[in-house]
C-alpha cells in the first residue's frame, strides 16, 4: 500500500498539484495537476435568498475541526451519485496526518449528534484547497460551504481552491481559470514560502498563513467555536 509523505504532500499543493485514487480500494494513488481549475472567489459565492435564509435558520448547528476523521470518512462513503471513491486508506491516512499537523481542516454540519454534513480541505498560506464535501440532509453541503466562505473572507484567505468544476459548485459561483492564472494566484496566495522548498521542512515553510478561526470572537460563538446564521450570513455580507 502507498503511503504519502506529509512534507511530500505539502510542497505538491504548493505548486498545484494533489493525490486521488482510482477507487477506495486501490492501493495506488497519482498525482493531478488540471488544466483547467475551478476556484470559488471569495468575493463571488452565491448565496441565494433561499440559501442565505437557511443559513441563519439555524436548522444545523457547524463546527470547525470537531470531528475531522468522521468528516473525512464520510465523503469517503459510496453513494447512489457515486458509488465509489477517489479517497483511499493511503489518502484518508494522511490527510488525518495533516489534520493532526495543523494543515487540514473540516466544516461539520450536525443535527443534534448527528453528523450530517461537512466538508475538509488543506490550508497553506492564505489558500484553502478544497478537498470533498459530503450531505446526510438536503442543504448540509451547502451550508457547510456558506461557512467556509465566511470563515476564509474573515480570515484573510485569498485563494479557495475547488480542483474540478461540479454543478453544484457552478450554481454556488465557482469559476474555471486556466492553469496559468491558477499558478499566479496560488503563488501571491503562497507568497515566497512556496518558490524554494529548501531543507526547512514545510512545517517550517507553510506554519504563518489567514485563520479559519477568526470569526471566532464574534458574539454568539459557542466553547466548539460553533458560528450562529446571523454572523455566517453578516460576514458574506452582500456576496451573490
Given at each position: 500500500m502507498t503511503t504519502l509523505d506529509p512534507s511530500l504532500?505539502?510542497?505538491?499543493?504548493?505548486?498545484?498539484?494533489?493525490?486521488?485514487?482510482?477507487?477506495?480500494?486501490?492501493?495506488?494513488?497519482?498525482?493531478?495537476?488540471?488544466?483547467?481549475?475551478?476556484i470559488l472567489p471569495l468575493d463571488g459565492f452565491h448565496l441565494s435568498r433561499s440559501l442565505r435564509k437557511f443559513v441563519r435558520s439555524d436548522r444545523f448547528r457547524v463546527t470547525r475541526d470537531k470531528d475531522f476523521a468522521a468528516t473525512l470518512a464520510a465523503c469517503a462513503e459510496s453513494r447512489p451519485e457515486r458509488p465509489d471513491t477517489w479517497i483511499n486508506p493511503a489518502i484518508e491516512a494522511a490527510y488525518g496526518d495533516l489534520h493532526?499537523?495543523?494543515?487540514?481542516?473540516?466544516?461539520?454540519?450536525?443535527?443534534?449528534?448527528?453528523?450530517?454534513?461537512?466538508?475538509?480541505?488543506?490550508?497553506?498560506?492564505?489558500?484553502?484547497?478544497?478537498?470533498?464535501?459530503?450531505?446526510?440532509?438536503?442543504?448540509?453541503?451547502?451550508?457547510?460551504?456558506?461557512?467556509?466562505?465566511?470563515?476564509?473572507?474573515?480570515?484573510?484567505?485569498?485563494?479557495?481552491?475547488?480542483?474540478?468544476?461540479?454543478?453544484?459548485l457552478a450554481s454556488l459561483g465557482a469559476i474555471e481559470i486556466s492553469r496559468d492564472d491558477y499558478t499566479s494566484l496560488l503563488d501571491s496566495a503562497l507568497g515566497s514560502s512556496g518558490a524554494d522548498s529548501g531543507s526547512a521542512g514545510a512545517g517550517a515553510l507553510f506554519a504563518a498563513g489567514a485563520d479559519l478561526g477568526a470569526l471566532e470572537d464574534s458574539e454568539g460563538a459557542d466553547s466548539d467555536g460553533a458560528l450562529p446564521g446571523h454572523v455566517i450570513s453578516q460576514a458574506l455580507g452582500q456576496t451573490s
Amino acid at each position: 500500500m502507498t503511503t504519502l509523505d506529509p512534507s511530500l504532500l505539502l510542497r505538491a499543493y504548493s505548486v498545484g498539484v494533489f493525490p486521488m485514487a482510482d477507487s477506495r480500494g486501490a492501493e495506488d494513488v497519482y498525482w493531478v495537476e488540471p488544466k483547467k481549475r475551478a476556484i470559488l472567489p471569495l468575493d463571488g459565492f452565491h448565496l441565494s435568498r433561499s440559501l442565505r435564509k437557511f443559513v441563519r435558520s439555524d436548522r444545523f448547528r457547524v463546527t470547525r475541526d470537531k470531528d475531522f476523521a468522521a468528516t473525512l470518512a464520510a465523503c469517503a462513503e459510496s453513494r447512489p451519485e457515486r458509488p465509489d471513491t477517489w479517497i483511499n486508506p493511503a489518502i484518508e491516512a494522511a490527510y488525518g496526518d495533516l489534520h493532526r499537523r495543523g494543515y487540514a481542516h473540516s466544516i461539520e454540519c450536525w443535527r443534534g449528534s448527528d453528523l450530517v454534513g461537512g466538508l475538509y480541505g488543506v490550508r497553506l498560506g492564505r489558500a484553502f484547497f478544497g478537498e470533498s464535501m459530503f450531505s446526510r440532509e438536503s442543504n448540509a453541503s451547502k451550508v457547510a460551504l456558506a461557512h467556509l466562505v465566511a470563515r476564509t473572507r474573515a480570515g484573510g484567505f485569498v485563494l479557495l481552491d475547488c480542483q474540478f468544476m461540479t454543478d453544484h459548485l457552478a450554481s454556488l459561483g465557482a469559476i474555471e481559470i486556466s492553469r496559468d492564472d491558477y499558478t499566479s494566484l496560488l503563488d501571491s496566495a503562497l507568497g515566497s514560502s512556496g518558490a524554494d522548498s529548501g531543507s526547512a521542512g514545510a512545517g517550517a515553510l507553510f506554519a504563518a498563513g489567514a485563520d479559519l478561526g477568526a470569526l471566532e470572537d464574534s458574539e454568539g460563538a459557542d466553547s466548539d467555536g460553533a458560528l450562529p446564521g446571523h454572523v455566517i450570513s453578516q460576514a458574506l455580507g452582500q456576496t451573490s
